[in-house]
C-alpha cells in the first residue's frame, strides 16, 4: 500500500540551528501538505503545493520557515533559526488534487522535532 | 475563539460502550467533514468524511452533520481497546483545500 514517506522521525536540535525535513508523497499525488502540530493541539496548515506551486502559505512564519518543492514531487521544510516554540510534530500530507470529487488526504508518520 | 471547537477529553469508557465525540464549528464556508484516527506519535488516518449535511454508517462507525446547528458527530458502537486512540475532527470548504482540525478527543477503551 503507497504511503507519505518522511524523514527524520525524531529531530532534536538546539535553538538557533538550522533544521530541515523531507517528505515524499504518494505517487501520483498533485497537491502536498504541510502540517504542524504543538502537543495537545490539531494539526496546522503551514504550506500548501499545487505541484511545484505554493497555494497557500499564509500561515508559514517567513522569517524563519521556508519549503519547496522543485520538481513537484518531493518537498523540504527548513526552519532557520529554530526557536523554542517551534518543538512540534510536523506532518506530510498529500491528495491526487484533481477533479470533483473529494481529494482524501494521505499523512505520513510526522517528523517530531524538539527544541532544546 | 477557534474555527473548530472539540473537547479533548480525555473519554474512558467500558469495551462494549457507545461513544460519542462532538465538534463544533463556526465557519459556513465548511462544506466536507471528517472524522480522523491518531494514535500517539503516528500521523492522522481518515476514518470517515461527510459531505454537507446527513448521517454516514461504516461498519461500527457512524457520523452525523448538522450545518443548521454547526455541530458533527461520531459514533462507535461496541468500542474496543484497539479504538484507544485522539481522534481528530477537521473540516474543509472545498475537495482539495486545507483541513481546519479540532483538538482532538482522546479516548480510552477499558477492558
Known amino acids: 500500500e503507497a504511503e507519505v514517506a518522511q524523514s527524520p522521525r525524531y529531530k532534536i536540535t538546539e535553538k538557533s540551528q538550522a533544521v530541515a525535513f523531507w517528505c515524499d508523497p504518494i505517487?501520483?499525488?498533485?497537491?502536498l501538505y504541510w502540517y504542524r502540530q504543538i502537543l495537545g493541539q490539531g494539526p496546522e496548515l503551514l504550506v500548501q503545493?499545487?505541484?511545484?506551486?505554493?497555494?497557500?502559505d499564509s500561515q508559514l512564519p517567513k522569517d524563519r520557515f521556508s519549503a519547496e518543492r522543485l520538481k513537484g514531487v518531493d518537498s523540504t521544510l527548513k526552519i532557520q533559526p529554530a526557536e523554542l516554540g517551534d518543538s512540534a510534530m510536523y506532518l506530510c500530507?498529500?491528495?491526487f488534487g484533481q477533479g470533483t470529487s473529494y481529494n482524501e488526504q494521505f499523512f505520513g508518520p510526522g517528523t517530531r522535532l524538539t527544541v532544546l | 475563539q477557534k474555527e473548530v471547537e472539540q473537547d479533548p477529553g480525555p473519554l474512558s469508557v467500558p469495551e462494549g460502550a457507545i461513544v460519542s465525540l462532538n465538534c463544533t464549528y463556526s465557519?459556513?464556508?465548511?462544506?466536507?467533514f471528517m472524522w480522523y484516527r491518531q494514535y500517539s506519535r503516528k500521523g492522522p488516518e481518515l476514518l470517515m468524511y461527510?459531505?454537507?449535511?446527513g448521517n454516514k454508517e461504516d461498519g461500527r462507525f457512524t457520523a452525523q452533520v448538522d450545518k443548521s446547528s454547526k455541530y458533527i458527530s461520531l459514533f462507535i458502537r461496541d468500542s474496543q481497546p484497539s479504538d484507544s486512540a485522539t481522534y481528530l475532527c477537521?473540516?474543509?470548504?472545498?475537495?482539495?483545500?486545507?483541513?481546519?482540525f479540532g483538538t482532538g478527543t482522546r479516548l480510552q477503551v477499558t477492558l
Open positions: 503545493f499545487q505541484d511545484e506551486s505554493v497555494v497557500d
Open positions: 500530507a498529500s491528495s
Open positions: 461527510t459531505y454537507s449535511s
Open positions: 465557519n459556513s464556508a465548511f462544506q466536507y
Open positions: 505517487s501520483g499525488h498533485a497537491t
Open positions: 477537521a473540516m474543509s470548504p472545498g475537495t482539495a483545500s486545507k483541513l481546519t
